[in-house]
């Protein structure tokens, strides 16, 4: 492994007013604070552990070098300042990339969007590779962003990379000259997998406490250079997405009549009779029947056969 890339797009504070343009288009930029996601915390944090295991490992003669690690984020000139935060935690280089004829508005007008998803991991997925050289690599982004959350930007990195792809990666461990990802599963389970010589990996949220940079790491980050590289890649496609008001499911129950108790009423509403809405089974009716109900159910719409 010769780099190690972290990948963030981070998220905008949610505790400051957002303001509308005037044009009622899109969010002004002018005062929002850009913010890591809990998951590219934890992607960091994954990423600098391994730079320090391999540090300790050149130290002692076992590699050549220290291993570099980069933070690189696709985004406008607003976020830089999470890029200069990744370097007062511990990151050794910053680049940004963006769009040649991209405007600097465009993530609000496209956020969450697939079409901007899969151009941000095509020009992240160029930087990577012309920084990279086409060395064994390791890049490690948050399990899903902080707006819609799709979850496949680091899919579609790794195939931009041509490299593996291990998903909600919560640990990194070092063992018999290999290293092995613990991705989380699901009801509580975990699977460690060996990683090849390029992978992707996208880290799950978890409670990390950010490594306190000093003053002068603080300061120093504040004047540190930001590598800008700008890419001829097409602007993305406009969302094609309409929004219409909610129209509500019609369901028609029999109202209780007014001539009955309370407690008449409430029991009618409970077992409520078939009025053309549908069928409606209680626990007043016992095991078998409510089997034969949902086996004459499936009958008569004819997802089982009607002589089953």
Not at 90 to 98: I, N, Y
Not at 200 to 209: C, E, F, G, W
Request: overall charge neutral.
């Amino acid at each position: 492994m010769t780099g190690l890339c972290v990948c963030i797009k981070g998220s905008w504070r949610t505790d400051v007013p957002l303001r509308l343009r005037s044009t009622a288009q899109g969010l002004q930029e002018d005062g929002r604070h850009p913010v890591f996601t809990v998951a590219e915390w934890a992607a960091l944090h994954l990423a600098l552990g391994v730079r320090d295991v391999l540090t300790e490992q050149g130290a002692a003669g076992a590699v050549a070098a220290p291993i570099p690690v980069l933070a690189l984020s696709v985004a406008p000139p607003p976020r830089e300042p999470l890029l200069r935060e990744a370097l007062a935690c511990g990151a050794g280089a910053a680049l940004r990339v963006w769009g040649r004829s991209w405007p600097d508005d465009l993530l609000s007008h496209m956020e969450g969007t697939a079409d901007l998803t899969a151009a941000l991991a095509a020009a992240a997925s160029h930087a990577i590779q012309e920084w990279s050289g086409g060395e064994p690599l390791l890049v490690l982004t948050g399990d899903a962003s902080g707006d819609a959350g799709h979850g496949c930007f680091g899919a579609l990195l790794a195939h931009g990379l041509r490299a593996a792809l291990v998903q909600r990666v919560a640990a990194l461990h070092f063992r018999d000259a290999s290293w092995l990802a613990v991705a989380k599963l699901e009801q509580g389970y975990s699977q460690e997998i060996v990683l090849p010589s390029r992978a992707v990996l996208t880290a799950v949220p978890q409670t990390i406490v950010p490594r306190q940079a000093t003053l002068p790491e603080w300061l120093a980050s504040r004047t540190a250079t930001i590598t800008q590289r700008l890419t001829d890649l097409p602007l993305p496609a406009a969302p094609d997405t309409r929004l219409r008001i909610p129209v509500p499911r019609v369901k028609r129950y029999a109202v209780p009549g007014s001539g009955l108790s309370a407690e008449q009423r409430i029991q009618a509403l409970v077992n409520l009779p078939h009025a053309g809405g549908g069928t409606v089974l209680s626990a007043a009716t016992g095991v078998p029947d409510q089997v034969e109900t949902l086996l004459s159910l499936l009958r008569e719409h004819d997802v089982l056969p009607r002589a089953v």
